[in-house]
């Protein structure tokens, strides 16, 4: 009886980590299905155009347009938002693959990130796990090819590819693109997708039929008997969560620049925490002592691999 206790233990164990897994690489990667990306300044500041109405007044307070979709086991999450920041500073911000690990890194899923190759063999590898204190070792690693596909004086388009994720996921892709829309300004679009087959399908519903039971995206979907709105939930709110999530990262990324860089990374990691915790019914999972403490600890981390050869 003992044994058998001892097994059943162990296969549950098992589970759960291999569920851990799956959560945490759907919240950090995007499937490589083509996201609507503009492809050049134009298009997109035509996009930017269409989402006027959007952008001027919505839930949000400020101009962020997000939306979700799904079709055909496709899930995906974009941000169209204006940012504070001249096309200038974004541009050259966010071409490289460690300015993409100083981003990713903000997320409290994400445990490290590394940079290596360049041209077309450039790689960068993610070590995603829980959202809390998680030994390297028991989180997963999802290796993407990184690629500028354009950038010139007005216009930028980065994506970040991988062929392969937990529990039989696969073709993972994020995607950012970036215009001017004056001297000050800059017009961004963020997109985030996963697709998934049988297994990992069932293991992310029994996910949110338990512990993510309570999880909401941004999409108001009805109101309740005292008219209080009734949001998103299931698959889609996780798209929805995590989008945001990763916006306000590169958000809080591209606020620090005017800071002298020993300062930049503490500054990020609080202006993150604060951005999400103006949405706490759909983003507060950890205290700020707890998010910090972790963080630290994954930074401390970050450079010692770094460092070795």
């Not at 503009?38 to 155009?49: M, S, T, V």
């Not at 920041?85 to 445990?111: R, S, T």
């Not at 998934?196 to 399908?201: E, L, N």
């Amino acid at each position: 009886m003992k044994g058998n206790r001892h097994t059943t233990t162990s296969r549950s164990t098992s589970l759960r980590a291999g569920l851990a897994a799956l959560v945490s690489a759907c919240i950090v990667t995007v499937a490589s299905a083509p996201p609507a990306h503009a492809q050049d300044a134009a298009a997109l500041r035509g996009r930017h155009a269409a989402l006027r109405e959007g952008l001027v007044s919505n839930a949000f307070g400020r101009p962020l347009v997000l939306n979700s979709s799904e079709a055909s086991g496709l899930f995906r999450g974009e941000v169209y938002a204006v940012v504070a920041q001249p096309f200038g500073v974004v541009g050259p911000a966010l071409q490289g693959m460690d300015q993409w690990c100083d981003v990713l890194m903000l997320h409290l899923n994400v445990k490290t990130c590394r940079g290596q190759g360049d041209g077309a063999a450039s790689t960068l590898s993610l070590a995603v796990g829980r959202k809390f204190d998680q030994p390297l070792g028991e989180a997963y690693q999802i290796d993407f090819s990184y690629h500028v596909v354009a950038s010139d004086a007005g216009y930028l388009q980065v994506a970040l590819t991988a062929a392969a994720g937990p529990l039989h996921t696969k073709n993972y892709r994020i995607g950012f693109e970036a215009t001017a829309i004056d001297a000050t300004t800059t017009f961004v679009h963020l997109s985030y997708a996963y697709a998934y087959g049988m297994a990992a399908r069932i293991a992310m519903a029994a996910y949110l039929a338990t512990i993510g039971h309570d999880k909401v995206g941004f999409s108001i979907v009805g109101h309740g008997r005292n008219g209080e709105p009734v949001y998103l939930s299931g698959m889609r709110g996780t798209v929805e969560r995590n989008t945001m999530r990763y916006f306000l990262a590169v958000e809080a990324y591209l606020g620090a620049l005017a800071l002298p860089v020993a300062q930049r990374p503490e500054q990020r990691l609080r202006d993150w925490f604060d951005a999400i915790e103006r949405y706490p019914r759909q983003l507060h999972e950890l205290t700020r002592e707890d998010y910090l403490a972790m963080k630290h600890r994954e930074f401390a981390q970050r450079k010692a691999l770094a460092e070795t050869p």
